[in-house]
């Protein structure tokens, strides 16, 4: 029997940034939650605008071509996951 081993980089967040250039999103986890998040693929929106729950992981699996950038509003921790 194989066994599968995923492993990704990840990058916690509590502002805005961009989190990577080309690459696979994987998804966001939320820590904490009071604001929302928006996913953009360099100026193309990936995830729109949402209100992200606590203790909530978004299975988001997208090829970002240019540039990851993860736009934060409000008090939002989040860990995002990519290769």
Do not use: H, W
Not at 30 to 52: E, H, K, L, W, Y
Not at 66 to 79: K, N, P, Y
């Amino acid at each position: 029997m194989e066994r599968v081993i995923e492993s990704c980089k990840y990058l916690n967040l509590s502002a805005s940034g961009v989190v990577a250039g080309a690459g696979r999103l994987t998804g966001i986890f939320c820590a904490t939650a009071g604001g929302s998040i928006q996913v953009m693929d360099g100026a193309r929106i990936v995830v729109n605008t949402f209100t992200p729950l606590a203790g909530q992981f978004y299975v988001i699996p997208a090829e970002i071509g240019t540039s990851l950038i993860v736009t934060i509003t409000g008090a939002v921790d989040c860990t995002v996951f990519y290769n």
